[in-house]
């Protein structure tokens, strides 16, 4: 079975700098997906990035980007430029690709992210 | 709809009593997932829906939970002689999916907040 791994519970930072959220995870499978979710306090998990394992290029979008390392099953999120609104629980979740399965996500326990003015 | 929409928002109970959660996905989308998330932690999967069929239930924690999708659009999921440890966050998703096509994107709605007292 998979799991998925946070090892910060808690976060605090400065506005307009940068963090780095960790996140490692175990599976012996080859093709799957990582995401991370943002859970504000109104509850809605919200998508913040995905990465595909068989891609090398780290994925990016905007101010959010990942460290994605395969070996050593680590996928850590970076916020660039933080910003109050990022104020949030942040979750990395791993989903295997099973063709005739359901694409059911494995979440990690969370980083509950404060951003200061 | 423009988004998943789930009710009741919040609800309490009495211990023992039958509960009722309500999950409307986003129309055409013939995916759909329940999740449970437990106070500080992430959410963990119970069930997932192709169409009106389950096609993976593996997740659902005891023969109290029960979850139907009678028609392929909405969703219940219904709690027997609720227990105190069943309170959570009942979380809903739905995505398009075309099997094989690789990782479908989850969109969630803002939970059901189900405490039992």
């Known amino acids: 079975a998979q799991t998925v791994t946070q090892s910060q519970p808690e976060m605090s930072v400065q506005e307009a700098e940068t963090v780095t959220l960790s996140c490692t995870y175990d599976?012996?499978?080859?093709?799957?997906?990582l995401f991370w979710y943002k859970q504000p306090p109104s509850r809605q998990m919200i998508l913040v990035i995905r990465?595909?394992?068989?891609?090398?290029q780290n994925a990016t979008e905007n101010r959010f980007s990942v460290n994605f390392q395969k070996a050593a099953k680590s996928f850590s999120l970076k916020i660039s430029d933080s910003q109050l609104g990022d104020t949030a629980m942040y979750f990395c979740?791993?989903?295997?690709?099973?063709?005739?399965?359901?694409?059911?996500?494995?979440f990690g326990q969370g980083t509950r992210l404060t951003i200061n003015p | 709809g423009a988004g998943v929409s789930q009710t009741p928002s919040n609800k309490v109970t009495e211990k023992g009593k039958y509960v009722e959660l309500r999950c409307d996905p986003i129309?055409?989308?013939?995916?759909l997932y329940w999740y449970r998330q437990s106070l500080g932690q992430g959410p963990e999967f119970l069930i997932y829906?192709?169409?009106?069929?389950?096609?993976?239930d593996s997740g659902l924690p005891n023969d109290r939970f029960f979850a139907v999708r009678p028609e392929g659009s909405v969703s219940t999921l219904k709690i027997q002689r609720t227990e105190r440890g069943d309170s959570a966050v009942y979380l809903c998703?739905?995505?398009?999916?075309?099997?094989?096509?690789?990782?479908?994107?989850?969109?969630f709605g803002a939970g059901s907040r189900l405490t039992v007292l």
């Open positions: 829906f192709q169409g009106t069929g389950a096609a993976d």
């Open positions: 599976t012996s499978e080859n093709n799957y997906y």
């Open positions: 990465q595909e394992a068989y891609k090398q």
């Open positions: 129309s055409g989308h013939t995916a």
């Open positions: 979740a791993f989903m295997n690709l099973l063709i005739q399965g359901a694409q059911k996500l494995v």
């Open positions: 998703a739905s995505s398009l999916i075309a099997l094989g096509s690789g990782a479908n994107v989850l969109t």
